[in-house]
């Protein structure tokens, strides 16, 4: 029975939106007068966002923290034993957004009709990423569905918390860095100017400190605002650019060779592939399929290519840690667990503490750099306005021999 969204007025007026399965859009309209509701517009849910260019834009964006939310409800909904397609149905009922609330009815359109919950996701490529669908489909061919789903549910937390985690640690700086152009460009483009303007008139030689400034102010009132002009038109082209493969190959192996920011970026994507490498391990999937899907989530390009390098060579009966190892880009404890966990039959356990570990350490070097950065730039900032202020007192202590 196919599922539709609705909009319709209550008795007070005010519109209403949800979902009712039938067999037809009259059916809807009927159930919803029978409600003593007066439908607006019925829709049957789409089953796939790329048949047409309009059903790719109902399907639309769901952010990360949406998507572990969905996962949590699911999974839990699941593990107490309700049905797939009630659990798919609930979860639909629950959330506030419309674009989910589609893609869960769309799905579940498609588990009526006997398709797998894989099958159903593998409609919306832009929703699920390809990790998380093969991770579902191995869950289904095990019979551990439940498990797998809560498995996915900690998987899309956890990397939500961490994006969210970078985003608020990067927020302040940036704030802070902004002000602090902004406001010496102000005091340089128009407060400097007014004051100095009263040592021109005397027609007295000014300190070189004074000259200076003058210089420098005249050149950001002069050209201040095409500069500015200039840095966003090259921020714009620069973003234009690394979406090239090849420049964006080149910037990501640039960053690799970037002292510090080098082993904050292998750090990040070392712990984003490990972390779904165990997922997709420990839930049955073929160990050269799980890295083939691995590497997709790992947003450096040269550390993405050394991972499907090191899987061919896998395939050839190279053992991933060797593998991983030749490429130099893995932190040698990262290499050294992996080795331990194929010796062991414990892959997927030591993975995840591989993941754990990088974590933790990307996070205090984060903690670390933002912790040093943050007073340099106020001692930066405090250097530049003590020169503005100097340069401005200098020629007020030699005010008398000026006059004279």
């Known amino acids: 029975m196919p599922a539709f969204e609705y909009t319709a007025l209550n008795a007070k007026g005010k519109e209403e939106t949800g979902l009712l399965d039938a067999d037809n859009a009259r059916q809807v309209r009927q159930l919803l007068r029978d409600s003593s509701l007066t439908p607006l517009e019925v829709s049957q849910v789409e089953k796939s966002e790329s048949s047409n260019k309009q059903k790719t834009v109902r399907a639309g964006r769901v952010k990360a923290a949406e998507l572990a939310l969905m996962t949590r409800q699911l999974a839990t909904l699941v593990e107490s034993g309700s049905p797939l397609e009630e659990a798919l149905a609930t979860t639909a009922k629950q959330t506030e957004k419309r674009n989910i609330r589609h893609i869960l009815s769309a799905v579940r359109s498609k588990v009526v009709e006997g398709y797998t919950l894989a099958e159903g996701l593998n409609t919306y490529p832009s929703v699920f990423p390809n990790m998380y669908r093969a991770t579902i489909a191995a869950g289904e061919q095990s019979g551990h569905l439940d498990a797998v789903l809560d498995r996915m549910a900690d998987y899309t937390e956890t990397r939500q918390e961490t994006q969210q985690r970078i985003s608020n640690a990067m927020f302040y700086p940036a704030i ?229």
């Open 176 to 404: 802070l860095t902004v002000l602090s152009i902004l406001i010496v460009a102000g005091l340089l483009g128009f407060i400097v100017p007014k004051i100095i303007d009263v040592f021109d008139n005397m027609g007295q030689e000014l300190p070189a400190m004074t000259r200076g400034l003058i210089t420098v102010s005249d050149f950001v009132r002069d050209y201040g605002l095409y500069i500015g002009i200039f840095f966003v038109l090259a921020f714009i082209l620069f973003k234009q650019a690394i979406k090239i493969p090849k420049w964006q190959y080149r910037y990501h192996d640039f960053l690799l060779k970037v002292p510090v920011i080098k082993k904050m970026v292998r750090g990040l994507n070392t712990a984003r592939f490990a972390r779904t490498l165990s997922i997709l391990a420990s839930s049955g999937v073929p160990i050269l399929d799980a890295m083939s899907i691995s590497a997709q989530v790992v947003q450096n390009m040269p550390m993405r290519k050394a991972i499907e390098d090191a899987a061919k060579k896998v395939r050839e009966g190279k053992p991933i840690n060797r593998a991983l190892e030749q490429s130099g880009y893995f932190p040698p404890m990262t290499v050294y667990l992996i080795a331990s966990g194929e010796s062991s039959g414990k892959l997927d356990e030591m993975l995840e503490r591989a993941a754990q570990q990088q974590e933790r350490e990307t996070d205090s070097m984060l903690t670390n750099i933002l912790g040093l950065f943050e007073p340099l730039l106020i001692l930066v900032m405090g250097g530049v306005v003590l020169l503005i202020v100097l340069s401005i007192l200098l020629p007020i202590l030699n005010l008398n021999q000026l006059v004279q």
